[in-house]
């Protein structure tokens, strides 16, 4: 299992080569970093730069990354101007595209595998008119990022527009067959529950973001500290048609938890009951 951690833990904060080397320390492979341009400013070369070094000399590897959400997210905010590419107003999303783009341009210094993207902000219906925007919006960023080597996979997130079902029922529907998901555990159990929302998905999944929550809320705490059934989950990875990356994507609490040291626990616990799932798996 490869350990991969996204960067949204530290989101508040700059994404510097100190921490870096912490992460790596911590036993973590890779990291999925999230575009937010007061902990990573994606559009300036130099920083993309000094980036790419800090990855080399402390051997990670940079997984994905994750569209920005908001644009001018200064260190201490967790708000600003949304970056939403299903809006129905042509200049507002023209202008998401283009911020999504410069994210896209990393890979051109610093190769990555995935963009996780949304579909939409917030809990929003399923509004024909938004995903007519999204796909004017999806087929110009598919082939953008494709010539860069990268894939995109849309991200199931609470409200009806980006539930699973919608998901796959808009790329049946626009035949963007090189879009693929990314399965958010932790929204997924708020929303329809795991197991239906994962077998939803997983034809076209290719990552994860895994965190818990108590049912209610999008609290982004270590495995285990909510009320996710993750022996299920596990099982439910375990029977995905390719191996898929675990990615841890937490949230800074009110404490300053967690630690790495609470993050490399979590990975261990993970991997063992992962590797025990898939073992089960292979016999079955």
Not at 232 to 239: E, G, I, K
Not at 243 to 250: K, R, S
Not at 258 to 268: Q, S, T
Request: charged share 30%; glycine share 6%.
């Amino acid at each position: 299992m490869h350990r991969i951690l996204s960067t949204y833990r530290y989101v508040k904060h700059p994404l510097g080569p100190e921490l870096l080397a912490e992460i790596a320390q911590a036993g973590i492979q890779g990291i999925e970093i999230f575009c937010a341009s007061g902990h990573f400013d994606y559009r300036a070369p130099q920083a993309v730069r000094e980036l790419g070094q800090a990855l080399d000399e402390h051997g990670l590897r940079l997984e994905s990354l994750h569209s920005p959400t908001e644009r001018d997210m200064s260190p201490g905010r967790e708000s600003g101007v949304t970056i939403e590419i299903s809006n129905t107003e042509r200049i507002r999303r023209i202008d998401a595209v283009d911020e999504v783009k410069r994210a896209l341009e990393v890979a051109e210094r610093i190769p990555f595998c995935y963009l996780v993207q949304h579909m939409g902000h917030g809990r929003q219906m399923a509004d024909p008119r938004k995903f007519d925007a999204a796909f004017n919006s999806l087929e110009l960023l598919v082939v953008f990022a494709k010539a860069r080597g990268v894939t995109i996979a849309l991200e199931n997130t609470p409200g009806e527009l980006g539930s699973p079902a919608s998901l796959a029922q808009f790329i049946r529907e626009t035949h963007l067959r090189e879009l693929r998901l990314c399965f958010d555990i932790g929204h997924a159990h708020i929303e329809e529950g795991v197991e239906p929302s994962f077998e939803a998905m997983r034809e076209r999944v290719v990552t994860t973001h895994l965190h818990d929550n108590h049912g209610e809320k999008d609290e982004h705490l270590l495995p285990y500290e909510g009320t996710i059934d993750w022996d299920a989950a596990l099982r439910a990875f375990s029977a995905a048609p390719e191996p898929l990356p675990l990615v841890l994507e937490l949230k800074e609490q009110a404490s300053g938890a967690p630690a790495l040291g609470e993050i490399r626990a979590a990975f261990d616990r993970l991997e063992k009951h992962f590797e025990e799932k898939r073992a089960l798996s292979a016999r079955t």
